[in-house]
């Protein structure tokens, strides 16, 4: 009778199948859930830069003020809601679009990673507004 399974016996073949499939699952949900955290933080930081570039911009565009004015204004900015290493790479100057005057802060600010696994480089944020001066 080897390799029958009678009716009121149950099938000793799949003991333990639910453990390794909940191991095997959990690793890979687990996985996508990090994915997921590190592109909302990436997406965070992104918008948390763009912000603070575009006001900075804004400041330095005013009759009074100066792009290196909205420079400074940009990294007390950044300073104040990310961690100083994301400021350190600010730079304001003014230029012409369209034959209009205008003052761009450009941001440079390297990836922020979550845990030890995340991508390398650096993100480029511009922040322009017309110049009030003209």
């Given at each position: 009778?080897?390799?029958?399974?009678s009716?009121?016996?149950?099938?000793?073949?799949?003991?333990?199948?639910?453990?390794?499939?909940?191991?095997?699952?959990?690793?890979?949900?687990?996985?996508?859930?990090l994915?997921?955290?590190?592109?909302?933080?990436?997406?965070?930081?992104?918008?948390?830069?763009?912000s603070?570039?575009?006001?900075?911009?804004r400041?330095?565009?005013?009759?009074?003020?100066?792009?290196?004015?909205?420079?400074?204004?940009?990294?007390a900015?950044?300073?104040?809601?990310l961690?100083?290493?994301?400021?350190?790479g600010?730079s304001?100057?003014?230029?012409?679009?369209?034959?209009?005057?205008?003052?761009?802060?450009?941001?440079?600010?390297?990836?922020?990673?979550?845990?030890?696994?995340?991508p390398?480089?650096?993100?480029?944020?511009?922040?322009?507004?017309?110049?009030?001066a003209?």
């Amino acid at each position: 009778m080897s390799g029958t399974v009678s009716r009121g016996q149950p099938d000793h073949s799949e003991t333990g199948a639910a453990v390794v499939d909940f191991a095997m699952v959990s690793g890979l949900v687990m996985v996508v859930f990090l994915a997921v955290v590190q592109l909302g933080f990436i997406l965070h930081v992104r918008n948390t830069l763009i912000s603070c570039a575009s006001e900075g911009a804004r400041y330095g565009a005013r009759v009074d003020s100066t792009p290196g004015d909205g420079a400074d204004r940009t990294r007390a900015l950044i300073a104040a809601t990310l961690p100083d290493s994301y400021a350190q790479g600010v730079s304001a100057h003014q230029g012409s679009a369209g034959g209009v005057s205008v003052v761009t802060v450009e941001v440079s600010s390297p990836f922020p990673v979550v845990g030890v696994i995340g991508p390398n480089g650096r993100m480029h944020i511009q922040g322009r507004a017309f110049s009030e001066a003209q």
